[in-house]
């Protein structure tokens, strides 16, 4: 049986670690096949709606193509062009949705929103972030983090998730090193660590592999892997720039806090987007404004030396998001 059939994703902990990993495996076999050329196409006569309130680059894209190369038809919808929530509700609009569509990406700021489409549907819903959780960055960042280190087993990973620790990364990385049993060191400024009920489960069930300290040199050292994102996540007001990055500027990623890992292979993640360079009209501002030169929430030449394995998690969505999909969507493919 296909315990995955129909069954949303809104945040990690809704599937068990069995689930997780079949997606993962899943996700690795549709990755080989596209490379050999030989994709099947379990998705034909599928019809997927992604409903979009925020804007996005890679995740929206990596719907679009795994549906396309899946067989499947996508529409691509906004709060600018359907009656959502303005002129009709968001009940009335997912029931005619649910009538033509087999699958929904969902994507806006409020939580509380995915939780009513999904409530009201009897179609998946699959989120590709709200304020609080982010769990298709979480599935792309797996699959990325096993291929790079094919000799552990990723319950023996340390994992540093530096910066602020109160956004839909660090929210979801506490649900993942919960459901997987990872270390997890939170490295974070107090007022930007995650909330007490988002930590409750894992100091219940993984209290030995969990750290939340603000001591860069003590959360950093021999880990695996350092993860950061964005100072301001999307929803928030830009006014809080000024608010964050007095207490966030030391949690930068440069090659000091490398140093302190003491691993010479550490290895950097990023969800992107970034903020390393002043290509940017907000790196060019926030650099001026703050003396941050080199990089914002990671330093140029540290971005740079692990561009590789960043846009390997930015590619591994195409085939976690087409893995999610297939498992959700074709009853039968785990006898395939
Ligand atoms: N990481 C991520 O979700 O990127 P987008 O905002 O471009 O989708
Ligand atoms: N924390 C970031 C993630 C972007 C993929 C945001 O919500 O904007």
Redesign the pocket.
């Known amino acids: 049986m296909n315990s995955l059939y129909k069954k949303s994703l809104l945040k990690i902990t809704d599937f068990t670690k069995d689930e997780i990993k079949k997606i993962i495996s899943l996700s690795k076999i549709l990755k080989k096949n596209r490379k050999n050329k030989k994709e099947v196409k379990y998705l034909k006569n599928k019809n997927i709606a992604l409903i979009f309130e ?9 719907f679009e193509i795994a549906a396309y190369e899946q067989g499947a038809n996508i529409s691509y919808l906004t709060s600018h062009n359907i009656h959502l929530g303005y002129k009709e509700s968001i009940i009335d609009t997912i029931k005619v949705l649910e009538r033509l569509y087999d699958g929904i990406g969902y ?1 806006g700021i409020s939580h509380q929103t995915i939780k009513v489409l999904s409530h009201n549907s009897n179609v998946p819903i699959w989120n ?2 709200t304020k609080k959780y ?1 769990p ?2 979480l599935l792309a960042d797996l699959l990325t983090i096993e291929e790079y280190i094919p000799n552990k087993k990723i319950s023996e990973i340390k994992l540093a998730y530096v910066g602020d620790a109160s956004n839909n990364i660090a929210n979801t990385l506490l649900e993942l090193s919960f459901l997987i049993g990872f270390t997890l060191h939170i490295v974070a400024p107090k007022k930007y660590w995650p909330k007490l009920n988002i930590m409750q489960k894992i100091y219940q069930t993984n209290k030995k592999k969990f750290l939340c300290t603000e001591d860069i040199k003590m959360g950093v050292q021999n880990v695996d892997f350092i993860y950061t994102d964005v100072w301001v996540s ?1 929803g928030e007001e830009k006014s809080e720039w000024d608010k964050k990055i007095s207490l966030l500027k030391k949690y930068q990623v440069n090659q000091k806090m490398l140093s302190y890992t003491k691993n010479d292979d550490i290895k950097v993640l990023h ?3 970034a903020i390393h360079d002043k290509n940017t009209k907000i790196g060019k501002k926030i650099s001026k404004l703050y003396n941050l030169h080199e990089g914002i929430e990671i330093t140029n030449d540290i971005f740079n030396a692990n561009s590789e394995i960043i846009f390997d998690q ?1 590619e591994n ?1 195409l085939h976690t998001l087409k893995a999610l999909m297939v498992a959700t969507l074709k009853k039968d493919i785990f006898k395939i």
């Open positions: 925020q804007e996005s680059t890679r995740t929206r894209c990596a994507r590709g972030l982010h298709t960055q999307m969800c992107l987007p930015s969505k």
